[in-house]
Each structure stands twice: as C-alpha cells, then as structure tokens.
C-alpha cells in the first residue's frame, strides 16, 4: 500500500488535543476507505499539521478527512519509510 504524508497548513495555535479529536474520527472513517491514518505530528506554533498514512490514493486520504471532519490536507507526498 502506497505512504503517505500530508501537510494542513491551518491558523497558529491548533492544539494537540484538537488534532487528537480528528485523529480519532478519521480512526472511525478510514475502513470504509482501505486507509491507515498511522500517525501525526502538530507544529502548533505554526498551525501545520502533519499525518502519515497508507492509501490507496491521495484522493482516499483526503476523503477520509473530508468525511470525518472537513479538514483536507493541503499537499500530499508520496513517501518512503527509512531508519
């Protein structure tokens, strides 16, 4: 299955527990979709969100987002996993 990362790039001052709560509806949503959200990571400076996830597609990933809580990402990277 294709990685992913995405990037949403919102206003300064998202919180952690803000991006837990759309974590957790994507969880909910990603089956219906043959998507994995895996992990994110929050620049709450900065507003930027980013999550890594397996997709069949981009189109997939952002429809998850889309469904669960309307925040679609702004780019997504198809990406490779290194140690």
Not at 10 to 30: F, N, R, Y
Not at 46 to 63: H, M, R, W, Y
Request: aromatic content about 8%; charged content about 25%; proline content about 5%.
């Amino acid at each position: 299955m294709p990685l992913y990362m995405d990037v949403h790039h919102l206003e300064p001052g998202v919180t952690m527990d803000d991006v837990a709560k759309a974590h957790a509806a994507d969880l909910s949503v990603q089956d219906k979709y043959e998507v994995n959200y895996l992990r994110y990571w929050v620049d709450e400076d900065q507003g930027k969100i980013f999550c890594l996830v397996e997709a069949p597609s981009p189109d997939a990933a952002n429809t998850v987002h889309r469904e669960a809580h309307g925040l679609v990402a702004d780019e997504v990277h198809l990406v490779k996993e290194g140690s």
